[in-house]
Every structure is written in C-alpha cells, then in structure tokens.
C-alpha cells in the first residue's frame, strides 16, 4: 500500500500603482509569531492589506487585479480569514465573478483559486451555497471557450471545491458533474465541434469528478449513465498518458466503492417471473455491464505490473503500478488502501477510496496551505475526521479572535448548525460505502 505524503509561504503586501511590483512577504500577516494578547490587533493589521488587494480588484489593470489576487490567495492560504470574510464576504465573491467574466487567462485563474479558498474558509453552509449558485453560471460560460489549459483547469477545479462545500441537493451536485461530463464527453451535434483536450485538462476534470462523486449516494444516479461513465473511463486507462491512466483508475475504484454497480446488476435481472424488465433494465445492460467489468479487471492487472514504455513520465511508472496494485487488491479483494500522512505531530488516516480521494484533491488545491488548513480549519477537519492537538503559542493555548468565536463557537451561529448537517452527511455516506466494500465478482453468481 503505497504511502502519499505533501507538505507555501505568505505573501500579503502590494503596490496597486506600480505595474511592475511584486507581492512582498510581510511578518504582519504571521500571526503565529504575534502574543495572544494581541490577536484582535494582528487582526486588524491583516485585515487592512487585505481591503488594500480588494480595493485594487476595481482597477482597471488588469496586472493591478492579478496581483491582488495573488495577495488574496497568499493570505487566505496562510491564515483562516474569519473577520475579514465576515465583513467582505459578498465584495470579495462579486469581484471575484467579475474576474471571471472580464479578465486574462492569468486573471481567471487567480480569482478562481481565490473563490475555492472563501468556500474553504466560509464552511458549508448559506455562504458556501450562495458562492456555488453564484459562481455556476459564470464558470459554465467561461469554460465554453476552452482558450487554454491553465483557465480550464483552474474553473474546474473552482466549481468542484465550490459544489463540494456549497451544494446542498443532489441535483446541484449533478449539474456539476454533468458540466464536468460536456468537457470530456461533449454530446455532438450541428453546433457542437469535438476539440481534443490535452492530457493535463482531462486528468483535472476526471480528477474533479471523482472529487465531487464522494459526496454522492450513489445509488442517487441512474444506471445508465453509470455505463456511460464506466465505459469512457475504461478507454481512458489505455490512453498514453498517466496521469489520465491514473486519474481514471481512482475514477473507477470510486464508483466500484459506491456501490453503483450492484445497483445496476440488480436491476437489470430478471423478474421474479422470468421476463425481462422495462426500458433500461434490459438483459443487455445488463450482459454489457458484466463485459466491462472483465475487461476493467484485466486492464487494472496490466497496469499494476507495467513494465514502462508506455507514457512519456517514467518517473510515474511506480506511481502507477502502486495506484493499480490497490485498485486491482481492492477490485478482487474488496479492500481499500489504508493511507496515513503525518500534519504536524497528528496523523490523519483514510481507509476508502473517497477518502482518498478527498485528500488528493485537498493537497492539490491547497498546495502549501493545506498543512495550516488541516491544523485550523473546522471543516476540513469535520470532512477528514481529524482533530489536531491543540497548539500552544509561547507557553499559552492560541486564542480565537472575536470574529472567529463569533463564526464558530456560538452554538447557534449558522457555522456550527452547517457543520452538524455536514457531518451527518458525510456519515450517512460513510455507512453505505463501508457496506458497499465488496470484491468485484466476474460471473452472474456474484451479482
């Protein structure tokens, strides 16, 4: 079982009047290194280079917004922006959208990092929703014109963080997923021209789709497009590419843990009377289905001993043949990888793939900042099950600031109530997928 381990810096300061000026490193933005006696002041010292980069996201430069975006993101990736989200929550988003709308590749990269973090940093809750229904609309038309792969990846990646923090209706994950599902799988037709994506577009948004379907029942999703899915994702794994063969793998193992596929092969069995069940309950749905998972079976097995040649990465040739050993063990055994990476002196384990899942996902969006989003961030911390040792700053246990209490101690504060809603969620789903650990069988007796 292969173990996979991560570990950014803070920037907070800049000049919106001169095009040339870099974001600068400020010790003020460190609240670590401040007394507890002066958090509320750290606070406002903080707060105020963050009205600064909102004040410059109305410039009309765009290199003035990109930096202040950039300053942004810094800020919120180092600290938990709790007060300052409080006052400026709906400013930051709007400006943010605007970004979306008007703004270079560059741009819209940043200020889609930047709305990732606020979800992050809100919680799920009415905050979290309101940045997914507003966000959604812009994201889909902006992905319309593909113009390069750092926009694509970047607005795919912003509406899975969004969708997985805000939704709160099946039908609102769904309609991610399927904006997801036009890029790779466009449905073609007189106005529709299939574009070939590049490798490191359809890794992201396989990626983000997986990223997206922990979240999901998936006993929620029809059987139909389960095929659909399964079927594109099995050609997926002959591809060149390893990074599209991995992303795909996990794709896969993800939907096998769900259950999906019991679901299917349950419903396309006969009667008790012997016929055959209507639409697409047919007998050959149901032979299909049992076709792919055969061959899903080999592929994963050649995989998992790859002898290289095979993608242009060998460098990734181990990371693939450890991805498919798991796969492969999980396919014909039913178990799952046991992952454990250390955050700070505290281990954090998962033991299913959507946890897993979740966990790449997070590392990859956060980069440098998941460390400290782990160690203070109450809803990933209800997302993964962990809880931190509490820190202590010089001798004394780190103290909240005003606004954070106010966000998250209060019993009635809409924060601690979208936390609970969370949790019962995130357990529900957690009971079917440990009821749903089962080896994949290959014959009809198995199903």
């Known amino acids: 079982m292969g173990k996979r381990n991560n570990q950014r810096k803070n920037k907070a300061m800049l000049d919106s009047d001169d095009e040339n000026s870099s974001v600068s490193s400020s010790s003020t933005a ?27 996201l109305y410039e009309k430069r765009g290199s003035t917004r990109e930096k202040a975006l950039a300053a942004i993101i810094d800020a919120f990736n180092t600290n938990l922006q709790h007060q300052f989200v409080e ?39 009415d905050n979290a929703h309101e940045i997914l229904e507003e966000s959604v609309i812009p ?43 036009q890029l790779l799988h466009p449905k073609l037709g007189s106005n529709v021209v299939a574009v070939k994506l590049p490798a490191v577009v359809i890794t992201a948004v396989v990626s983000a789709w997986a990223f997206i379907l922990t979240t999901m029942d998936g006993c929620s999703l029809n059987s139909k497009d389960w095929q659909e899915y399964i079927s594109y994702f099995s050609t997926l794994l002959d591809k060149d590419d390893r990074s599209v063969r991995i992303a795909s793998g996990e794709a896969l193992a993800s939907i096998f843990e769900t259950g999906s596929i019991e679901k299917f ?17 047919s007998r050959e749905g149901y032979t299909h289905i049992l076709g792919l998972k055969s061959k899903i079976l080999n592929q994963v097995r050649s995989l998992s001993a790859e002898a290289g040649g095979k993608g242009s990465a060998k460098k990734d040739l181990n990371s693939q043949r450890n991805l498919f050993k798991d796969v492969l063990e999980f396919l014909e ?6 992952i454990s990476m250390k955050i700070g002196g505290d281990s954090l384990q998962t033991s299913t793939w959507s946890e897993l899942i979740k966990l790449n996902f997070m590392k990859h969006f956060l980069g440098g900042g998941f460390i400290k989003h782990m160690q203070d961030n109450e809803f ?31 019993p009635n504060s809409i924060q601690n109530k979208a936390r609970t809603q969370f949790l019962n969620k995130q357990r529900m789903l957690s009971k079917d997928r440990n009821v749903g650990h089962f080896a994949v069988g290959m014959g009809d007796e198995d199903m």
């Open 333 to 338: 055994d039913g178990y799952a990888p046991d």
């Open 265 to 281: 092969a349950t419903e396309n069995k006969t009667t008790p009377d012997g016929s055959v069940p209507e639409g697409n309950k």
């Open 380 to 410: 990933l911390q209800v997302v993964f099950g962990f809880t931190p040792k509490r820190k202590h700053l010089l001798g004394v246990e780190h103290q909240m600031s005003s606004g954070e209490k106010r966000m998250f101690r209060s």
């Open 139 to 181: 994201i889909s038309q902006a992905l319309k014109s593909q113009s390069d792969s750092l926009k694509t990846v970047s607005l795919v990646d912003c509406l899975a963080i969004v969708t997985f923090v805000g939704a709160t209706k099946t039908e609102e994950t769904e309609r991610s997923m399927q904006i997801m599902w």
């Open 30 to 56: 460190r609240s670590d290194l401040m007394s507890v006696s002066g958090t509320d002041e750290v606070q406002v010292d903080k707060d105020s280079l963050l009205e600064q980069a909102l004040d410059a």
């Open 87 to 125: 006052k400026k929550f709906a400013t930051l988003l709007h400006l943010c959208l605007n970004s979306i709308k008007k703004g270079s590749s560059k741009e819209i990269s940043l200020a889609c990092h930047a709305i990732g973090l606020l979800a992050l940093t809100v919680g799920s809750g």
